[in-house]
């Protein structure tokens, strides 16, 4: 009278009988749930041991129990080794799922409740994770990862990053306000800096229509030392400026201001056009790279530079005036004391009294007497004259660390052999996130796609970098697939999955093949129910895998129950033809003798006029609902995706189709390793479907052709840089031998750079390639300044040229390197990879420029 009592009573005293599944997978049960890798019968420590793991083992290796070897391929990675006698595993994977009742909000109030809040239950994971982590030894390392946790891990991680990416910007600023004496101009300084590249993002996307990208955000950092460079050198030209003489400037007040004024921004704008121009014009030869990322962030990091140099040259130098005008004497104390010059507008000087007075002497007197700033005596007497002193053992010094560092650079430098992590791999969220690419499939079986109709020579026209490339279709190419031939060669490299473990491992579920799936030969059992009834071929097993995608082999099954079999449909037992069909009791229904493997290959005229009928679409549809209604959900949507064709407009002839296989390589490849995995899809073309032409793809070619292009954008870029640098320094000196010392140390620093590459443990990969485009770039700047200087002194001895061009530009190349270290070195403590690489570089870079 009762039965869901019954039921409920008898599910409860079944369940205190406490039944295990032991190591049952899911869905092999009904009675009871898996426990997967925890074995409760076990009251010692709850593990599988032995006799009884081995045998565990061998059900997992064995493909025909489906239920275990699907569980394998989830809680163990892809390098357990079946075949191995001692089987073992680095990594292993557990999954629990959330209860909930799938109201609206849940997961915002899982992640609130539980994994924010700090007595949550993501907080008490934490700690049992370093509670059994000590208990190993360190041995053993837990790392949980879900939606909403990884989010919060890698939100606190960009939330640190962020935090120190503003921490440098104080830093720059605050040593600006150090070093120009006033914080106006300090402040004015970082915002001709720092707007600089929202500017330039206008000007990149409403002027130039194109999308901002990840690698173009960093350029903030680059242009921290760019902008602070010139902000150092119009500043340091005024405050130099007031050594000029009377008959330079003028003898009255107002005559003396702007005199004083025009000759330190011809000087300065000068001096600054020169580095912007040999700045941008390394940075504009990315342009000529064919990788669109590398066209991108060079073109934009030279608007950036560009917008700087126009904000210094009219906002700063307007700043300037307006400083010396009404800020500069408003403090109303004297030079030193609390809230006087020397605090409130500037803290050099105050400093420099506390700590340094010694070295830099006294304050200047209140009578407005010029006096060289501390650096700036620094650089024209210690400074030089121990470079003065010692110029022949640096020379030697740097020729031998450039011979070295090349012949380190030549021996030891190699183009990288797999993507560069996500940050550090102490962070879980980091180090676990790699693992989970690397040996489990947590974003799905990669692909490989077989693209037909495209132009061999030039299928892709225009690449960009959303992705939404512009292709060249090829007429012929695609005739190649519609003939009768072609029809067939384009079944058989589909039905090549089905070859199983043949001489070349076809297909199996391991990496030793190449198409996954099964690897027994032929492709998994159908419904016969479906196939009879609605002519749609499904699966009988919803875990048995056929490894490919073809819109061939639907239309082959198409053509065998609505094309040869159109006379068997909706017949009876009665009257179903004798010819070409059959009537199965069973189902009652009659239904086509024909099977898609009777397919003989249509004339292509016949075959295209199928494919645009509105038969073949409402087949694709009544499809589409079977597979639905058997569970098949995932296979409609990856076929969407993975196989499918395009006619013309007119429907008259075929303009593209493709179709795709599932792969059994890794996410992570090494370029040598992704070069075999071509190899082999290659010769699975020549074999299957030599004759219908074609490209095969997928997202593993993308590290392995970006490798290639990079390393060969890279050199061209460096080259083409220096080139750009000696033809500047030589139009504006017209001095070849100044234009030649420029162009040599240029490159000394390059090949330096070059040769720290490998010391420090990096290869040529996608960012470093990008560092060497950018390495001229940042270091042409303080080379062409003292150059600039040296060419303009009037001196007519080489000792005096270049203690004149120390004490004009020494102070301000100093200054700049500074800001630009500070901001580099706060991004050695990034948790990203990224922003601590790009940190490492600036900083190797000014560092060896300076």
Avoid at 475 to 485: D, R
Avoid at 799 to 824: D, F, K, P, Q, Y
Wanted: with cysteine; charged share 20%; hydrophobic share 45%.
């Amino acid at each position: 009278s009762d039965p869901l009592g019954m039921f409920n009573q008898f599910l409860t005293s079944y369940c205190k009988t406490k039944p295990s599944c032991q190591w049952a997978p899911p869905m092999v049960s009904v009675a009871c749930s898996s426990t997967v890798l925890y074995h409760p019968t076990d009251i010692k420590n709850g593990l599988a041991k032995g006799a009884e793991k081995e045998a565990a083992f061998q059900k997992m290796c064995d493909e025909t129990n489906i239920g275990w070897w699907t569980m394998r391929r989830g809680q163990l990675p892809v390098s357990f080794d079946c075949d191995k006698a001692n089987k073992e595993a680095s990594f292993a994977r557990i999954s629990f799922f959330a209860g909930g009742t799938g109201a609206a909000g849940e997961g915002d109030a899982f992640e609130n409740d539980y994994v924010l809040g700090q007595e949550g239950w993501y907080m008490k994971e934490q700690e049992l994770e370093r509670e059994i982590e000590s208990a190993s030894g360190g041995t053993v390392r837990m790392m949980l990862f879900s939606a909403v946790t990884l989010r919060s891990q890698y939100l606190g991680i960009l939330l640190v990053d962020g935090v120190l990416s503003v921490v440098s910007l104080i830093l720059v600023w605050a040593y600006m306000w150090w070093t120009l004496e006033s914080a106006f101009l300090a402040s004015v300084a970082m915002f001709e800096i720092v707007f600089s590249v929202p500017v330039a993002m206008s000007l990149w996307t409403v002027v130039l229509q194109q999308k901002i990208e990840f690698y173009q955000m960093l350029t903030i950092y680059m242009i921290l030392g760019i902008g602070a460079d010139d902000a150092f050198i119009l500043y340091d030209a005024w405050s130099q400026a007031r050594f000029l003489d009377d008959e330079e400037v003028g003898d009255d007040e107002a005559s003396r201001f702007t005199g004083r004024f025009a000759w330190a921004y011809r000087r300065s704008f000068k001096a600054m056009a020169i580095t912007t121009a040999t700045t941008c014009g390394s940075f504009v030869i990315g342009a000529a790279s064919p990788l669109p990322q590398v066209q991108a962030f060079c073109v934009f990091a030279a608007v950036v530079v560009l917008v700087d140099w126009l904000f210094c040259v009219s906002l700063f130098a307007s700043a300037i005036v307006l400083y010396e005008k009404y800020l500069a004497k408003s403090c109303g104390k004297k030079a030193g004391e609390c809230c006087g010059p020397g605090c409130c507008c500037g803290l050099a000087r105050c400093c420099s009294q506390l700590f340094c007075k010694p070295c830099v002497g006294e304050l200047p007197p209140d009578d407005g007497t010029p006096v060289k700033r501390p650096l700036e005596r620094f650089c024209e007497g210690p400074l030089f004259n121990f470079l003065n002193r010692a110029r022949w053992f640096l020379i030697a010094f740097w020729i031998i660390v450039i011979v070295a560092m090349a012949s380190v650079a030549g021996t030891m430098l190699r183009t990288a052999e797999k993507a560069n992590p996500l940050g550090r791999e102490g962070l879980d969220a980091i180090r676990g996130f790699e693992i989970l690419l690397e040996e489990f499939s947590i974003f799905g079986v990669p692909t490989t796609s077989f693209a037909f109709g495209l132009d061999p020579e030039e299928p892709v026209a225009k690449w960009n970098t959303d992705g939404a490339e512009q292709v060249n279709y090829n007429a012929a190419e695609a005739a190649k697939v519609t003939s009768e031939a072609g029809q067939l060669e384009l079944l058989g490299l589909c039905r090549a999955a089905d070859l199983g473990k043949d001489a070349k491992d076809t297909r199996c579920e391991d990496r030793r093949c190449l198409v996954l799936g099964k690897s027994s030969a032929g492709r998994c059992a159908e419904s016969a129910s479906a196939s009879k009834r609605s002519g749609v071929y499904v699966p009988d097993d919803l875990r048995c895998e056929n490894g490919r995608y073809c819109f061939m082999e639907i239309f082959a099954k198409y053509w065998a129950h609505h094309i040869a079999g159109a006379k068997c449909v909706g017949q009876t037992a009665v009257s179903c033809p004798a010819s070409d069909c059959t009537f199965d009791p069973v189902e009652a229904v009659c239904h086509s003798s024909k099977t898609e493997y009777d397919y003989p290959g249509l004339p292509a005229d016949e075959f295209i006029g199928h494919l645009g009928s509105d038969g073949f679409a409402t087949y694709m549809k009544n499809r589409q609902d079977t597979m639905n209604a058997m569970g098949r959900e995932y296979d409609v949507l990856l076929e969407t995706q993975l196989t499918g064709f395009r006619l013309t407009p007119d429907k008259s002839k075929l303009e593209f189709a493709w179709v795709s296989f599932n792969a059994t390589f890794p996410t992570q490849n090494t370029v040598e390793q992704a070069n075999r995995w071509y190899e082999r899809w290659s010769e699975f073309q020549t074999d299957h479907g030599s004759n219908i032409g074609g490209f095969h793809t997928t997202n593993l070619y993308k590290f392995m052709v970006t490798q290639n292009e990079m390393v060969k954008a890279a050199v061209m870029g460096v080259l083409l840089s220096l080139v750009i640098a000696f033809v500047v320094i030589l139009l504006a000196t017209w001095n070849w031998w100044i234009a030649l010392l420029g162009f040599v140390n240029i490159i000394g620093i390059s090949v330096v750079f070059l040769g720290f590459v490998p010391i420090i443990g990096w290869s040529l990969g996608e960012n470093e390639c990008i560092f060497l485009i950018a390495v001229v770039g940042l270091s042409v700047d303080y080379s062409v300044h003292l150059l600039h200087a040296y060419h303009h002194g009037k001196d007519t001895d080489r000792e005096g040229r270049c203690r004149h061009a120390l004490a004009e530009m020494g102070i301000s190349v100093i200054n700049s390197s500074v800001t630009t270290l500070l901001a580099a070195a706060i991004l050695f403590a990034c948790g990203f990879y990224f922003f601590l690489q790009f940190g490492a570089f600036i900083f190797l870079v000014i560092g060896l420029s300076i």
